[in-house]
C-alpha cells in the first residue's frame, strides 16, 4: 500500500532545525549571548580561589566579599547565557518530550545550585568556573551548529533568490517600464533583454533565444526557446531579446510552487524519524539515569567529595545530550529535499520518496515517457535501384511538408533539405501527392496500392508491418520507389535508464494501448522486461495492481494527467515531464523534465538519503558507547577526568560532524 500522505508534522523541537529563517534569529541570538557570557566569565575566572591557587596569585586576588562578588558573575552567566537552555527545559517537559534541552538545564542548573549553596554556607568545594566555561561552550557549540544547520537548507534559499528584483514591462504606447514584480499581472507583456533573469513565468510572444533552466530543472544545457514556447520564471535568457505574455506570477509561479513542494516535503516527518525520536528518548533517560548512578557511585562506593561527584555526573549528562541524535534525520532531509528540487525533482510525499530505495519494479507508460510521443522515421527501404534513400526522403518530406497528419510532419522532419512543391494534393485518407523537381510524387498508404493494383513484393515491407510500424509508399511518375517506416520515436535516454535501473536490481515494464506488435518492438529497443499491450486507460491502475499482487514494491512512471489512478495505485506514482505544471496532485514525486534518467536519479537519490540517514545515526548512537563511560570516569585511575567544558566540546563536536555529513549528500549524474 502507498504510504500515508497524510503524514503528522515534526514536534516542535524537530521543526525548529528545518526552518531556515528560525535557525538564523537563533544563530544570531546564540552569537550574542556567547560573546557576553565569555566577557562575564572573564572576572569569573580571575576571583575563582582553585584557578587563583593553580597561577599561584592567590592572594593577590583576594579580597573582602571577593566570593559574593564571584557569585554575582556566575549568576549573570547563569540566567544570561543558560537562560536558553532553562527555557528548552520547561517546554520539553511541557510537551513531554525530554531532551537536550532537559539535560543541559539539568546540568548547569545542578552545578549552579550546589555552588550558590557553598556561597552561603554549605561545606563544599564550588564550581562556577566550570560551570562559567560550560554555558559559554555550549552557546559556542550551538552557535556553530545553527551555522551548520543554515548551511543544509542553502539551496532552497538560492532557489528563492533567482527572481530578478523587477520587469521591464511593456507599455500601451509601446515604451518600456521598469515595475517591481509584485505589479506585474497576468497577459501584461515583458521585454528581457540579453543575460537577464526572467521575471515571471509566461509564453514568448516575439523573439527566439536559448535560456538556462538550470537551477530550476537540472539540465545543465540551455534550451532553445521560439514564439509560442513556454518560459520559467528565474531561468536565464541566453543571447536573443524576447517578449513574454505573463502567465504565472507570485503564489501561482513554477519557483512559488517548488519553494512550498520543497518546504512540505522538508517539514513533512521521516520514517526513520521515528527511530531517532525513540533512541533520543531513551539517551535522553539514560543520561539522567547516568548522571544520578555516576553521583551515587563515586559518593558512596569510591567515597569522593560531593564536589567531584557533582562535577561527574554534570558532564556525564551534558556529553551525552542527544543533540546529534535530534539532528541526525531532519538535516538529511532538508539537504535531500533542496538538491531534489535543484534538478527538477519535486518531492511530494517524503514517505513515498523514501521507499523509492525499496522498489523492486517500475512500470513505464510508454506514450510520453519511454517514447516521444510523436511519429518519426526509423526505416527508409529503396524499391527501385535508380533512385537513393537520400533523394527518396526529399521527395516525400517536399510533399509532406504542406500536411498537418503526425505521420507527415514525421516524414517532412526526417530530411533537412526542403524542396518546393508544386501541385500540392492531399489524397483523403490515403495521403498526398504534388510535383517535385519535376516528378509527380506520391506518399500514400497500403490501402492506396491495393486500390491501383500495385503489388509489394519486397519481403522486407512485411516485418516492418509486423511490428507495429506504420509504412507509407512513396511513387514517382506511377512507379513505386520506396516504403519509409515510421513509429513513436523512442527518448534516447530510454535505454541508458532502464540498463541503469536493471543495474540497480529493479524489474523494469512498460503499460501501452498499442498493439502488441509494437509493444515488443519498443520493449526490444530499450531492453525492458515486460509490457503489457493493448491496456485501456480505464484498465492501466488495475494492471498495476496485478504487479502489486507479486509481492513486490511497484511505482509507476506517467505524464501525471493521463495515468493518475494508475500513478494513485502505485507504492511511489512517479510524473514524469510535468514541466512547469508542478501540481500533479496524484503523484508523489515530481519530474519536471520529459528524461527517464531522472527516474534512476530519484531511486539512487533515496537510496543515498537512507544511507547518510543511517550513518548519522550510527555516528550519533555510537558516539555515546564511548562518551558516556569517559564522561563518569572510568578512566580516572590512568588519569583521564573529562570537565564539563570538555564534555561540552565533545557533544558540540559531534552535532556538527553530523550537520557536515548531511551536506555532504550528492545526487550522482
Known amino acids: 500500500m502507498k504510504p500515508d500522505t ?282 539522567l539515569g547516568g548522571g544520578a548512578f555516576t553521583l551515587l557511585v563515586w559518593l558512596v562506593f569510591m567515597g569522593k567529595d560531593f564536589a567531584f561527584a557533582i562535577e561527574r555526573a554534570v558532564t556525564v549528562m551534558v556529553i551525552t545530550c542527544p543533540h546529534a541524535l535530534g539532528l541526525a534525520v531532519p538535516l538529511v532531509v532538508a539537504v535531500s529535499t533542496a538538491l531534489a528540487a535543484s534538478n527538477g525533482l519535486l518531492i511530494r510525499n517524503r514517505g513515498a520518496f523514501e521507499s523509492a530505495r525499496k522498489l523492486q519494479a517500475i512500470i513505464f507508460d510508454k506514450t510520453g515517457t519511454l517514447t516521444e510521443g510523436r511519429f518519426g522515421v526509423t526505416d527508409t527501404l529503396v524499391l527501385s535501384q535508380d533512385i537513393d534513400e537520400d533523394t527518396l526522403r526529399k521527395y516525400a518530406a517536399a510533399v509532406d511538408a504542406n500536411s498537418e497528419h503526425p505521420i507527415a510532419r514525421g516524414i517532412a522532419a526526417a530530411s533537412e533539405q526542403k524542396l518546393p512543391v508544386e501541385n500540392f494534393k492531399s489524397i483523403p485518407g490515403k495521403g498526398a501527392e504534388g510535383r517535385v523537381d519535376g516528378k509527380e510524387v506520391k506518399v500514400v498508404s497500403p490501402g492506396y496500392l491495393q486500390e491501383q493494383n500495385i503489388d509489394v513484393t519486397d519481403e522486407r515491407v512485411e516485418p516492418l508491418q509486423a511490428q507495429g510500424k506504420t509504412v507509407v509508399f512513396v511513387l514517382v511518375d506511377g512507379q513505386l520507389k520506396g516504403a519509409i517506416a515510421l513509429a513513436d520515436i523512442v527518448r534516447p535516454e530510454a535505454k541508458q535508464a532502464i540498463k541503469a535501473l536493471k543495474a540497480l536490481n529493479i524489474r523494469c515494464m512498460m503499460l501501452t494501448g498499442d498493439n502488441k506488435a509494437t509493444a515488443k518492438w519498443v520493449s526490444d529497443q530499450i531492453g525492458l522486461d515486460e509490457y503489457f499491450a493493448e491496456v485501456l486507460p480505464q484498465d492501466k491502475a488495475a494492471k498495476v495492481k496485478e504487479v502489486q499482487s507479486r509481492g513486490v514494491l511497484v511505482a509507476m512512471t506517467g505524464d501525471g494527467v493521463n495515468d493518475a489512478p494508475a500513478l494513485a495505485q502505485a507504492d511511489v506514482g512517479i510524473a514524469i515531464g510535468a514541466g512547469s505544471d508542478v501540481a500533479v496532485e496524484t503523484a508523489d514525486v515530481i519530474l519536471v523534465r520529459s528524461n527517464p534518467l531522472d527516474v534512476v536519479a530519484i531511486v539512487q537519490l533515496s537510496r543515498a538519503t537512507y544511507s547518510k540517514m543511517i550513518q548519522n545515526l550510527v555516528w550519533a548512537t555510537g558516539y555515546n558507547v564511548v562518551a558516556i563511560p569517559l564522561a563518569a570516569g572510568f578512566l580516572y585511575a590512568w588519569g583521564v577526568l573529562l570537565t564539563p567544558a570538555l564534555g561540552a566540546v565533545l557533544m558540540s563536536a559531534s552535532t556538527v560532524i553530523v550537520a557536515i555529513n548531511a551536506r555532504l549528500l550528492r545526487l550522482k549524474k
Open 6 to 287: 497524510d503524514q503528522p508534522k515534526a514536534p516542535e523541537s524537530k521543526q525548529a532545525h528545518i526552518g531556515h529563517g528560525h535557525h538564523a534569529h537563533m544563530a544570531m541570538d546564540f552569537r550574542k549571548r556567547f560573546w557576553i557570557s565569555l566577557v562575564l566569565t572573564l572576572p569569573v575566572l580571575a576571583l575563582s580561589p582553585m584557578l587563583q591557587m593553580l597561577v599561584g596569585l592567590r592572594e593577590a586576588f583576594r579580597f573582602q566579599g571577593d566570593i559574593y562578588v564571584l557569585f554575582s558573575f556566575s549568576s549573570a552567566v547563569f540566567w544570561y547565557g543558560g537562560w536558553p537552555f532553562l527555557k528548552g527545559l520547561f517546554k520539553e517537559l511541557k510537551s513531554r518530550q525530554p531532551g537536550m534541552m532537559t539535560l543541559v538545564a539539568v546540568a548547569i542548573a545542578t552545578a549552579y545550585l550546589y555552588s550558590s549553596a557553598v556561597v552561603f554556607g554549605l561545606t563544599g568545594k564550588m564550581f562556577f568556573w566550570e560551570l562559567a566555561t560550560l554555558v559559554d561552550i555550549m552557546l559556542l557549540g550551538h552557535w556553530i551548529e545553527m551555522k551548520s544547520v543554515m548551511g543544509a537548507s542553502k539551496a532552497l534559499e538560492e532557489l528563492a533568490k533567482l527572481m530578478p528584483s523587477d520587469a521591464h514591462k511593456l507599455m500601451p504606447d509601446g515604451s518600456v517600464k521598469d515595475v517591481p514584480l509584485g505589479e506585474l499581472v497576468v497577459d501584461d507583456k515583458v521585454l528581457i533583454k540579453p543575460g537577464e533573469k526572467i521575471p515571471a513565468d509566461g509564453i514568448i510572444f516575439e523573439g527566439e533565444s536559448s535560456v538556462n533552466e538550470a537551477m530550476l530543472t537540472g539540465e545543465s544545457t540551455p534550451v532553445t526557446k521560439e514564439i509560442g514556447g513556454k518560459v520559467i520564471g528565474g531561468s536565464i535568457n541566453g543571447e536573443g531579446s524576447l517578449t513574454i505574455e505573463v502567465k504565472g506570477t507570485g503564489k501561482d509561479s513554477f519557483l512559488s510552487q517548488v519553494i512550498d513542494l520543497v518546504k512540505q516535503a522538508q517539514e513533512s516527518k521521516s520514517k526513520t524519524q521515528n527511530l531517532a525520536d525513540t533512541a533520543a528518548l531513551w539517551l535522553t533517560l539514560i543520561a
